[in-house]
């Protein structure tokens, strides 16, 4: 076993004590919070007491021990991977001290390499014992010199700021100096130049070209190998062209733009972002490659693990006012190093032990880069936007690293941080009101923040239900308005081949989703952001055959401000007029969602069979928005409500506590099957003929419910669940001029 993996082990059964333990094996040890990457980490909270940099240490001479090398590759490959994580470790006076001195610890190969060159030494971690010359006796002598641990006996040297070192140590330094920088140039963060002083080690005769490949293959297999051996199997074949490069050709040309921007994003393009068509948008904007040209000498940290939720567009407008900041311009030569690290950091937080994204601070970035325009970018102009600005900065001690972020003001960090506790209480939803306030959004542009994914898996698993709506559409072009995952749109695809399918959302977030899934799965459906009210600034007037509303206008009716209140009957009318406006004559509007029983007046009991069941209906009289809820106890585990009442409260309590937050804020029966006419009539006039109108007992809820409650009328005797959905067709009488 290696050496390092004998020591590592040792420290972690308890059996090697501070005093034992070599120089790198403290440094790694008293990482109290690593630095780390948190691009492959599922839960942030999983970090807590653990030490993850060594943990990934050791993996890397797992793989090492298991490579079919030479020893003194081995020996020189182990010095190189026990260093390389260094700058991420080490307690925090450590870290304070070593700053102070210049280690750059946030370009993490450079800073190890400073710390190998001030801590390191020949025989820190193998001593005597790990020279074996028998292994060497065909070997020249620098190379004898560059394993063999006794004082060096060659007269090459290297003069550093640490003194005159053998060739032994300045090729581990360099190794470690550039480790990782591969993988690096792979994923697009890092010029080709970065690698040039590999190729020193042939022409200073301390390493043949075959030795070169084989240390590099080695080496970035034990990287790359140790984070997943899956991605080291998918890029193995690449690493192997660089390297060959690196040693033949050490002035190769750089990626162009558009490939190293492509490879920055290239978790985006996995999720479905269509590169292609994003860049021929900015292209047609701006000159991107003239913009972008000051990148190609710099290296350019986390850009992935902190931008690949933005689009395109917003990273490249982070990259400008990046390069147009007047930090940037104080020193423009002596940078290096860009480092997205802050931004990254701020982008995570933990959410039932899983990393989830800050949805809040993404959406509020989203809006502050929009209100940049290119032309002030490219003038370097400062906008004022409440409670938020970028920042780009230097350390007093690294002038070569530029470090990027976004800063929130005290007020708005503390309530994202409201946001994030009220998560799983009726507090939430005021809570994002609140935010949406303080950054000026319009409150209907609402998203689901924490739970979108959730949200949207549950919209495709109603597809059976949607299905139906294929036997009313007409027509060619079809506009479903909150398409929510897209099942709807992929029913019509499917089904309806011959339609165009088009949806429409104000979410951000159902937008991105859908976007990538049609880029993923090559769907021809489109998608666009938009507002239901004003459909005809998206698509022109009189040219759409069928309009969708599938579950979607009580969501309208809920959250939309009216004449400065929700739950507004003239919401739906403008919903209505809005989409009656955008129809072909003979086209048609499927109304698909809640509906109330009439009459109203009657009665319902419901006597629950779960202990907690009361309770429930308790916090949901007081927390339900839509209006108010009263009943009569009529015994501990029994009440009587209006027939709405007790439906509206059931949809609630069908859906569980995971879903409560959001369910309280909207009200799925919004009409009687008459009130729903009459809307209709008032909105849309006689133009429009009501060709459908249907009501049922949606399936599922009879079961859901059954071994829950008893639904009984007021005599306690045992009544079915009232009808809880209801299907309209409208249609737009052919001969009659628009409204």
């Excluded at 499917?494 to 976007?515: F, H, K, T, W, Y």
């Excluded at 769907?523 to 009210?533: E, F, M, N, S």
């Amino acid at each position: 076993m290696l050496n390092a993996l004998k020591a590592i082990q040792s420290y972690k059964s308890g059996h090697l004590f501070e005093g034992e333990q070599t120089t790198w094996l403290q440094l790694l040890a008293a990482a109290e919070q690593p630095n780390i990457n948190l691009e492959r980490i599922h839960s942030i909270a999983e970090l807590e007491g653990t030490n993850p940099v060594l943990d990934y240490v050791e993996r890397t001479l797992q793989v090492l021990e298991q490579l079919q090398v030479s020893f003194w590759i081995r020996e020189i490959l182990e010095d190189v991977l026990v260093w390389s994580e260094t700058a991420k470790a080490g307690s925090p006076k450590q870290r304070r001290k070593w700053q102070k001195q210049g280690v750059n610890l946030f370009v993490h190969n450079v800073g190890s390499a400073q710390l190998y060159d001030m801590y390191g030494s020949v025989g820190n971690l193998h001593g005597k014992q790990g020279y074996r010359e028998e292994e060497h006796s065909s070997r020249s002598e620098i190379l004898r010199d560059l394993s063999n641990d006794d004082p060096i006996r060659s007269t090459q040297t290297v003069q550093t700021a640490y003194g005159s070192l053998t060739p032994r140590h300045e090729i581990i330094r360099t190794l470690i100096a550039t480790h990782g920088l591969i993988g690096q140039y792979i994923r697009g963060e890092i010029p080709f130049a970065e690698n040039a002083p590999l190729h020193s080690f042939i022409t200073q005769g301390w390493l043949t070209a075959d030795e070169m490949k084989a240390i590099l293959i080695a080496l970035n297999e034990c990287i790359i190998a140790g984070v997943d051996p899956a991605l080291w199997n998918q890029v193995q074949a690449e690493v192997q062209r660089i390297v060959g490069w690196i040693i033949t050709e050490p002035d190769h040309t750089d990626w162009n733009v558009k490939e190293r921007l492509s490879r920055l994003r290239s978790t985006s393009i996995r999720q479905g972002e269509a590169m292609d068509e994003a860049y021929a948008k900015l292209q047609v904007q701006l000159e991107i490659e003239k913009l972008l040209a000051p990148l190609a000498h710099r290296t350019l940290w986390y850009v992935e693990s902190a931008m690949h939720d933005f689009s395109l567009q917003e990273m490249v407008k982070i990259f400008l006012l990046t390069l147009n900041s007047e930090a940037m311009e104080q020193q423009w030569d002596a940078v290096r190093h860009i480092s997205f690290e802050p931004l990254m950091n701020t982008m995570y937080y933990d959410y039932k032990g899983v990393k989830k994204l800050n949805i809040y601070k993404k959406r509020m970035i989203e809006k502050y880069l929009e209100q940049y325009s290119w032309e002030q970018i490219e003038a370097g102009e400062t906008i004022t936007y409440p409670h938020l600005t970028h920042r780009i900065e230097r350390h007093p001690d690294l002038r070569d690293t530029l470090f990027v972020t976004f800063e929130f003001s005290p007020a708005a960090e503390k309530l994202i941080a409201f946001c994030i506790e009220a998560e799983k209480s009726p507090l939430y939803e005021k809570a994002v009101l609140l935010l949406f306030d303080l950054f000026g959004l319009r409150r209907d542009a609402y998203d689901r923040f924490h739970n979108e994914e959730t949200y949207l898996a549950d919209m495709n698993s109603s597809g059976d239900y949607k299905k139906v709506l294929l036997d009313y559409m007409v027509g060619k072009r079809v506009l479903d308005i909150g398409p929510g995952g897209g099942i709807l749109l992929d029913l019509i695809e499917q089904e309806r081949p011959e339609m165009e399918p088009i949806g429409i959302d104000i979410s951000a977030n159902v937008i991105e989703a859908l976007e990538r899934k049609k880029q993923r799965e090559a769907h021809r459906w489109q998608v666009l952001k938009g507002d239901a009210l004003q459909l005809d600034q998206y698509v022109q007037s009189g040219t759409v055959d069928t309009v969708i509303f599938s579950s979607i206008l009580h969501e309208l009716y809920s959250y939309i401000e009216r004449d400065g209140r929700r739950f507004n009957r003239d919401t739906v009318v403008a919903v209505l007029r809005s989409s009656f406006n955008v129809l072909s004559p003979g086209g048609r509007i499927l109304i698909r969602d809640g509906i109330m029983t009439e009459p109203e007046v009657q009665k319902r009991r419901i006597r629950f069979l779960e202990p907690d069941g009361m309770r429930w209906l308790e916090r949901y009289a007081q927390d339900f928005q839509g209006r108010s809820i009263e009943f009569e106890q009529i015994s501990e585990n029994e009440a009587m409500l209006d027939i709405n009442d007790a439906m509206e409260f059931l949809y609630t309590y069908t859906w569980g506590e995971e879903a409560y937050v959001h369910e309280i804020q909207e009200q799925f029966g919004i009409f009687t099957p008459s009130a729903y006419e009459h809307c209709i009539r008032e909105a849309l006039g006689e133009q429009a003929e009501i060709i459908t109108f249907r009501h049922f007992l949606q399936e599922g809820y009879t079961e859901a419910l059954g071994e829950r409650i008893l639904f009984m009328d007021e005599h306690g005797q045992p009544a079915p669940l009232p009808d809880s959905t209801c299907l309209i067709v409208i249609e737009k009488k052919k001969g009659m001029a628009d409204r």
